[in-house]
Nanobody
């Protein structure tokens, strides 16, 4: 069984919003730093945001102020709320369990101008 499951991608227009979800086990969520990465067409995968088990968050400069990462233990889920989306945010977004060499299939986000 896969250790995580991503969902929530879609297509929006410039300035729109989406919320991505990553569902994991309770034990993973309460012991691991979780994050989101993305890979745009023709580019390398890049870090987007992370949240520690203590709730501390880190963001890449390109999304700071527009994206919010959060973890809801009761739902076994890490969220990435993305607002004011731009065409350059178009990518496949991947949830990451830090310390685990596993990548899921990701969820695709497309932002049109």
């Amino acid at each position: 069984q896969a250790p995580l499951r991503e969902s929530g991608g879609g297509s929006v227009q410039d300035g729109g919003s989406l919320r991505l979800s990553c569902t994991v086990s309770r034990s993973v969520l309460t012991t691991s730093t979780m994050g989101w990465y993305r890979q745009a067409p023709g580019k390398e995968r890049e870090f987007v945001a992370s949240v520690t088990r203590g709730g501390s968050t880190t963001y890449s400069d390109s999304v700071k102020g527009r994206f919010t990462i959060s973890r809801v233990v009761a739902q076994n889920t890490v969220y990435l709320m993305m607002e004011n989306l731009k065409p350059e945010d178009t990518a496949v977004y991947y949830c990451k369990i830090f310390g685990l060499a596993y990548w899921g299939q990701g969820t695709r986000v497309s932002v049109s101008s």
